[in-house]
């Protein structure tokens, strides 16, 4: 669960330290107002894309920290404990700091990270759904996608694709090794002999190599030039150090009386930093350096076998471990033609476990379909769709593909008496994001993460099926933890906390977010409902709104 974020000139905000609580969390506030600066700041620190842009004006990087709970023998746990991330306290720290020239920095648990282990870590925790996800519904893969997820059928998807990908090579290994059965034995012979030879050099990385001997060839100079430049840097009378120091207290005194000097001034202060890394770095390395005339003299012997090597076989040094496995299959497809019918049978076999299995699975969907179908139908009709119908529609493929057997169709209707027809046929817009907002909440209930955000996924809805959104989040939010950035004062009634955003004519313009207790709950709702101005009517409404909800509490 997200317990809390602090974001430092991150975007419009200055900074700001936000609590969030379990359950339904709403995120409203004016167009302009920033409301996606959370969860911008929070894709963030799970490791998404970012730029300058995110920096606040004026700033020189932004500092993110997203703050996670999790139980014990989560897949998160797992995924810490395999990392050695793991935390007595049972929380998760993420962190990453954006620089105004670009690049970035990310911290879990205090550990630096790469990006990719954070993205990999975000998708246990995280599950994000957006406003234009309905786009996805009109492309010809999500029925099956959709299928499979909601009834957990990714394992055995995921065996067909694999036997599929084994039938295929089987039949082009089998193609080319009959093609090079003429010469088969004479092939092999050379293969053999090929490898024998190479044998010698391949546990080898002839580019470390390489590296290493020239490092030793020119060890003298190097370390003269090395003791030349730190003496230079950090312990001459008058060194560099000591230099750029003096430089940044001479403009110190006068970086506020221009940009262009406060710029000098961090130009230099970033500089010092380098020159303190570079130098700190150059001393170890000179302690770590020894000359070794033995090991040169094997490095060398090493090199004369790559090299002689290489020109024997018209390749590159660095690439003999490349032909090497070449070679190794080449030899292992050649020798199976022993039999003629090896490969043929191999082919044979792999196509029949392909097929079994693909069968297997094709009988698996459709047995889930028609039940799926029926849950989407009954979860659409409340949303002003009395007379929807959904069914999938099965076409057996001309040829079987990775993916299985058939082609997957989702068929709606929302007219009585008229067949279903392709969804990306008949569907309006409006028909369009209702159905997709369903199908999200019926995917979310599958989701092993524990924080699901929505980002305006109720575009195109209002009213009655507004406020049926706002229940269907509710009852998930008893589940999961949910982040809703909304428009609609119908959705937002049912939140659990109600967060708003506001941005401030400042110089320059900042946001900020903040919880609202209930008297300003209300006040948010009657302006989400009447606009700008808030009467006595707008209030009212407001006020019920919240009563609707505490009503549905109860009677649950």
């Given amino acids: 669960m997200l317990t809390h974020l602090t974001l430092i000139n991150f975007a419009l905000a200055d900074h700001l330290a936000i609590d969030i609580d379990a359950g339904f969390n709403v995120l409203t506030g004016e167009t302009g107002a920033g409301k996606s600066l959370l969860l911008d700041a929070l894709s963030a620190c799970l490791g998404e894309r970012t730029d300058s842009h995110s920096v606040r004006y004026g700033a020189d990087k932004a500092d993110v920290t997203a703050v996670f709970t999790y139980q014990e023998h989560s897949p998160e746990a797992i995924w810490l404990a395999n990392h050695e991330l793991d935390d007595e306290s049972g929380e998760i720290h993420l962190r990453r700091v954006i620089f105004a020239t670009g690049r970035s920095k990310a911290w879990i648990n205090g550990r630096p990270s790469s990006l990719t282990e954070l993205k990999d870590l975000g998708r246990l925790l995280v599950q994000l759904y957006s406003q234009h996800s309905q786009q996805q519904l009109l492309e010809p893969p999500y029925p099956k996608q959709w299928i499979d997820r909601y009834s957990s059928f990714e394992v055995p998807a995921q065996t067909v694709r694999d036997a599929y990908a084994t039938w295929q090579k089987t039949i082009r290994q089998h193609e080319h ?224 593909s990775a993916e299985g057997l058939s082609a997957i169709q989702l068929l709606f209707t929302a007219n009585k008496g008229i067949p279903a027809q392709p969804l990306a046929r008949v569907a309006s817009g409006g028909e369009l994001s209702r159905i997709a907002l369903v199908m999200q909440v019926m995917n979310a209930e599958k989701t092993d993460a524990e924080v699901l955000v929505f980002d305006e996924i109720d575009v195109g809805i209002s009213g009655g099926t507004a406020e049926i959104v706002g229940r269907l989040l509710s009852g998930l939010a008893k589940h999961v933890q949910i982040i809703c950035i909304t428009h609609q004062a119908q959705v937002a009634a049912y939140s659990d906390q109600h967060l708003l955003v506001q941005k401030q004519q400042s110089d320059p313009a900042s946001s900020t977010i903040f919880s609202l207790n209930e008297p300003q709950r209300i006040d948010e709702l009657a302006r989400m409902t009447g606009g700008v101005e808030i009467n006595d009517t707008t209030l009212q409404h407001a006020k019920q709104l919240r009563q609707l909800k505490f009503q549905n509490q109860s009677k649950a």
């Fill in 177 to 400: 090794a009959l093609l090079a059965q003429t010469t088969r034995l004479q092939r092999i012979q050379i293969l053999e002999q090929q490898l024998e030879e190479v044998e010698e050099i391949i546990d080898r990385n002839y580019v470390d190599i390489e590296q290493e001997f020239d490092r030793l060839s020119h060890h003298e100079h190097i370390m003269q030039d090395c003791a030349y430049s730190l003496n230079v840097l950090d312990e001459a009378d008058q060194n560099l150090s000591q230099e750029i120091s003096g430089l940044i207290r001479r403009l110190e005194n006068h970086s506020g009386r221009g940009d262009q000097l406060a710029s000098i001034h961090q130009a230099l202060v970033n500089a010092q930093s380098e020159v303190d890394d570079a130098t700190a770095h150059l001393r170890q390395f000179i302690d770590r350096q020894s000359f070794d005339p033995e090991r040169m003299e094997q490095l060398n012997r090493d090199l004369e076998v790559f090299h002689r090597l290489a020109r024997k076989y018209r390749t590159q040094p660095e690439q003999l471990k490349q032909e090497y496995a070449l070679w190794q299959q080449e030899l292992a497809q050649l020798q199976q033609l022993e039999d003629p019918e090896t490969l043929a049978e191999l082919v044979q076999q792999s196509q029949q476990y392909f097929l079994e299995h693909a069968q297997q699975l094709d009988q698996m969907r459709k047995q889930a379909a028609q039940p799926l179908a029926q849950q989407l139908t009954e979860q659409v009709k409340p949303l002003a769709l009395p007379e929807a119908f959904f069914e999938f529609k099965f076409e057996p493929l001309e040829q079987p």
